[in-house]
Nanobody
Framework: QVQLVESGGGSVQAGGSLNLSCAAS????????MGWYRQAPGKQRELVAG???????NYADSVKGRFTISEDNAKNMVYLQKNSLKADDTGVYYC???????????????WGQGTKVTVSS
């Protein structure tokens, strides 16, 4: 079993910053790629940032230049640094990872439980 736990959410004024963390634990042989998704109230979940293991991040147009995704493979952690926050960034942020539990096991996607971010204008 693999568990993902997000942290770092909260309430912040527009223009502020937050740093989200996602910790993966359990049966982990390798992590192929990681992503952060956002679900705003009344809207579908959308990808805001993604990164291949050892690669560079890619971003939704709405967050380019403001958000930075990074990873720490040794700790099985992925982060999302969010700067210049706007009211539209409000939502629940979920971590998603494609994890291989063993050398002969196929990769599976896993989700965290989410962390809530509220940006007030």
């Amino acid at each position: 079993q693999v568990q993902l736990v997000e942290s770092g959410g909260g309430s912040v004024q527009a223009g502020g910053s937050l740093n989200l963390s996602c910790a993966a634990s359990g049966s982990i042989f390798s992590i192929n790629d990681m992503g952060w998704y956002r679900q705003a109230p009344g809207k579908q979940r959308e990808l805001v940032a993604g990164i291949m293991s050892g690669g560079t991040g890619n971003y939704a147009d709405s967050v380019k230049g403001r958000f930075t995704i990074s990873e720490d493979n040794a700790k099985n952690m992925v982060y999302l640094q969010k700067n210049s926050l706007k009211a539209d960034d409000t939502g629940v942020y979920y971590c998603d990872e494609d994890v291989r539990a063993g050398v002969a096991r196929p990769p599976r996607r896993h989700w965290g439980q989410g962390t809530k971010v509220t940006v007030s204008s």
